[in-house]
T-cell receptor, first 115, second 114 residues
Framework: AQSVTQLGSHVSVSEGALVLLRCNYS??????LFWYVQYPNQGLQLLLK??????LVKGINGFEAEFKKSETSFHLTKPSAHMSDAAEYFC?????????????FGTGTKLQVIP | DAGVTQSPTHLIKTRGQHVTLRCSPI?????VSWYQQVLGQGPQFIFQ???????GRGNFPDRFSARQFPNYSSELNVNALLLGDSALYLC?????????????FGPGTRLTVL
């Protein structure tokens, strides 16, 4: 079984401050992990993904995430928040389950950026 | 290049009715997945199709069905609609069904059941 836990359904940061969105996973096999962003009334856009090539993964818009097996975590960070980063962020774990790609999403974290 | 497209954008139905949602994948992608996203929650997996065959199904009742056509587009059908079916329905396409594949999402169809 696989699952994802995102700590904090809402996170507020000041513009220019560090963004840290937390994600912990549970997986019976080595996981592949994704971060997606969703703007209001839109679909999901891929920010970055971990597929075991490197533990520190860089994504779009200045975001990055570090895979820590010992902590079963894949937290998303950005050094300096921008107003345009206000959105909802989803962490997801993917595995191949009997011939198909089973992707399990967390419940999401809404990021508010305060001017 | 065109991304994943979905139609219609919005839909209002009443309880007991039937609905069909449509999805066109990115050119070259052979896999289509469907997700239900209820307000305030993450997407929940409904189906994955690959090469016109159902490869996986999530924990949804038999009222939900889907199919994939030779051009890899897909339809999601929901019968006997319930109020709880109100949600954003997302379609995602990918090259294959590997666990490392990136799924590219469409803008979704917002279904409201009255």
């Amino acid at each position: 079984a696989q699952s994802v836990t995102q700590l904090g359904s809402h996170v507020s940061v000041s513009e220019g401050a560090l963004v840290l969105l937390r994600c912990n996973y549970s997986s019976s096999v080595p996981p592949y992990l994704f971060w997606y962003v969703q703007y209001p009334n839109q679909g999901l856009q891929l920010l970055l993904k971990y597929t075991s090539a490197a533990t520190l993964v860089k994504g779009i818009n200045g975001f990055e995430a570090e895979f820590k097996k010992s902590e079963t975590s894949f937290h998303l960070t950005k050094p300096s928040a921008h107003m345009s980063d206000a959105a909802e962020y989803f962490c997801a774990v993917s595995l191949n389950s009997g011939g198909y790609q089973k992707v399990t999403f967390g419940t999401g974290t809404k990021l508010q950026v305060i001017p | 290049d065109a991304g994943v497209t979905q139609s219609p954008t919005h839909l209002i139905k009443t309880r007991g009715q039937h609905v069909t949602l449509r999805c066109s994948p990115i050119s070259g992608h052979k896999s289509v997945s469907w997700y239900q996203q209820v307000l305030g929650q993450g997407p929940q997996f409904i189906f994955q199709y690959y090469e016109k065959e159902e490869r996986g199904r999530g924990n949804f009742p038999d009222r939900f069905s889907a199919r994939q056509f030779p051009n890899y587009s897909s339809e999601l059908n929901v019968n006997a609609l319930l109020l709880g079916d109100s949600a954003l329905y997302l379609c995602a396409s990918s090259l294959r069904t590997d666990s490392t594949d990136t799924q590219y999402f469409g803008p979704g169809t917002r279904l409201t059941v009255l």
